[in-house]
């Protein structure tokens, strides 16, 4: 009897642990439901063993991220890792980029991109992009260089931000990674490439 209330005990303990844990278990995107226009991108890039994470709209521009192995032989390019692709509402990418997997659990970077002269001053638009593998993780708030702020969710462990036209050279420089009642989890420090 005793052999058995400790077995009991034993197995409650472990459950309630498991329960407790703070990484996320990433689902995968069903294929079917991944845009044509992005299933396109990651054949044509001659990726393999792609699995999507997330797919969903930022500001209007869908976005969709996936795990990868490439057999591109490309100096410079990620074997493996997370890609980001961002395209406008015409189904044209207008930001695309791959980061190596580090195994962290929270993890950003940033860039610019489109840099082009705008009402008389000189514009781009900026993003910055990353992971927050942790259960109670739901929203991002990035700032600028400049103390601009936008906000943004995590889906499936996954998020990005998007300002258009600021004045360049503004950029993202950190983002706060939110539990859903806007406690701030983890600070990251972006810079772009």
Known sequence: MRTKVLAISVLAC?????????????????????????????SDRGDVGVVWRAVFEQDSHPVGIYNFTSTRATPGAVPSGVQWLVFDEGGQLVMEVSEA???????????????????????????????????????????????????????????????????????????DVQDAQGKVLHTLTVTPP
């Open 14 to 42: 472990v459950l309630a642990l498991a329960g407790c844990s703070s990484a996320l278990k990433l689902i995968v995107v069903p294929t079917e439901d991944v845009p044509g226009m992005m299933r396109e991108f990651a």
């Open 101 to 175: 997997a580090t195994g962290d659990t929270y993890w950003g970077g940033s860039r610019y991109t489109n840099v082009r002269e705008d009402a008389g001053f000189t514009a781009s638009d900026i993003y910055a992009y990353g992971w927050a593998v942790a259960n109670k993780a739901k929203q991002v708030v990035g700032t600028t260089s400049l103390g601009s702020k936008t906000e943004g969710q995590v889906v499936n462990g996954h998020w990005l931000l998007h300002m258009t036209s600021v004045r360049y050279p503004e950029v993202f420089v950190e983002v």
